[in-house]
Each structure stands twice: as C-alpha cells, then as structure tokens.
C-alpha cells in the first residue's frame, strides 16, 4: 500500500535552534517528492519539488533532500514566521495521485 | 501572480441541504482536483478533473459530484449535506503532467460546517 508518514507530528524550536522534519515514503513508484507550507486555515503554499534520489533544493531557511526512502526539510536558523505546518506528497509515476502525509506543526518561539 | 480562488471562505450549512463549493483558476491548467482535511488524516481527494466535462471519482467520493464545464472553473457539490462531511475542502489546480514538474496550487480553502 502507498503510504507516506511524516515525523515528528509537532515540533517547538527556540528562534535559532536548527532542526529537521522527516517524510518517510513507501510507494509503488515516484514521480516527485513535494514539499508544502500551510499557514492556518489557509491552503498549502508549494516550496519544492524532488526528483531523484541525492537531489536537494534550498530556499532561504529551508533545504530539502530527497533519498529512495525518505526526504528531509531542514530548518537552518528558523525565524517565528517559519511557523506553519509543513507537508509532504507524493506523487506516484504514471498517475495524478498524489499521496499526503499528514504534516509536521512547527512552532518557532522568539 | 497565479491564482485558484474559492468562491467562499466559510460556509455554515443544516443537514440535507444542497451545497456548492466553487473553484476557479487562472492558470489555463488542464488539471484540477477537490481534496478535504481533516485532523490527523490528511488530505483526501474527492475528485479529479483532467479536462472540461471530465472527471475521475478519488479516495472518498461517496456523498459529493463535481462539475466542470469551463476549463478554468470546478465545482463540488454535496446533493443532501451531512455531518460527518463538516471539513475543510481545499481546491487544486496543476498542469498536464507531460509538460510541468507536478507541482499542485491551492486555493485558501472553503471551512464548511454542517448541522
């Protein structure tokens, strides 16, 4: 079964205090790894799209890598307005289904 | 700036009411989809529309059709609302696959309540 599990389900950092959240994915076949930001009661915010396996892509505070079982989001620094839940979806090969986990609640405090 | 709006942000609603839910885009994409969220579960896809007049039933479609007869405009429906369908539903547009990256835009979000 596809599936993709996001870990940890609430994080609180100190302003400053780098961390990472992890999406564990376990699917038939990849066509891309995405990374979300949503903001409460908002829809998500697109951040990054990973490819293949050793791929990274950074934007800002964030950088995100990819490996064939799981992808990170590294937070390097975080500000109070990197608080947001972060999500993780797959998109399987072949198809327009795109599987979410259910998202990491960052909380950055000043 | 792209854009998928919602036609409403918040909806409160009585159950066996019909309900509509609107989603528009400016994008010219072919793709548009209806997920709702739910707390610890996620997003779910409702339905999927990869061109006018089509559509593919997703993971929870029992209780909600969908109408797509412009390319820029997709509409959920709920027949006779029900409690357990209070949630956030979200709207999403993307390109065809074959020509983009896969990348899906959201709008903000309709938070409907049923009674």
């Known amino acids: 079964e596809d599936q993709v599990t996001q870990s940890p389900e609430a994080l609180r950092l100190q302003e400053g205090e780098s961390s990472s959240l992890n999406c564990s994915y376990t699917?038939?076949?990849?066509?891309?790894l995405f990374w979300y930001r949503q903001d409460p009661g908002k829809g998500p915010e697109f951040l990054f799209t990973?490819?293949?396996a050793g791929e990274e892509k950074e934007k800002e505070r964030l950088k995100a890598t990819l490996t064939k079982k799981e992808s990170f989001l590294h937070i390097t620094a975080p500000k109070p307005e990197d608080s947001a839940t972060y999500l993780c979806?797959?998109?399987?090969?072949?198809?327009?289904?795109?599987?979410f986990g259910t998202g990491t609640r960052l909380k950055v405090l000043a | 700036d792209v854009k998928v709006t919602q036609s409403s942000r918040y909806l409160v609603k009585r159950t066996g009411e019909k309900v509509f839910l609107e989603c528009v885009q400016d994008?010219?994409?072919?793709?548009m989809f209806w997920y709702r969220q739910d707390p610890g579960l996620g997003l779910r896809l409702i339905y999927f529309?990869?061109?006018?007049?089509?559509?593919e039933k997703g993971d929870i479609p029992e209780g909600y059709s969908v109408s797509r007869e412009k390319k820029e405009r997709f509409s959920l429906i709920l027949e006779s609302a029900s409690t357990n369908q209070t949630s956030m539903y979200l709207c999403?547009?993307?390109?065809?696959?074959?020509?983009?990256?896969?990348?899906?835009?959201f709008g903000e979000g309709s938070r409907l309540t049923v009674l």
């Open positions: 990973l490819y293949s």
């Open positions: 529309s990869y061109d006018v007049k089509m559509k």
């Open positions: 979806a797959v998109l399987l090969s072949g198809t327009y289904k795109y599987i």
């Open positions: 999403a547009s993307s390109h065809r696959l074959a020509s983009n990256t896969g990348e899906l835009f």
């Open positions: 699917v038939s076949g990849l066509r891309g």
């Open positions: 994008m010219d994409h072919e793709n």
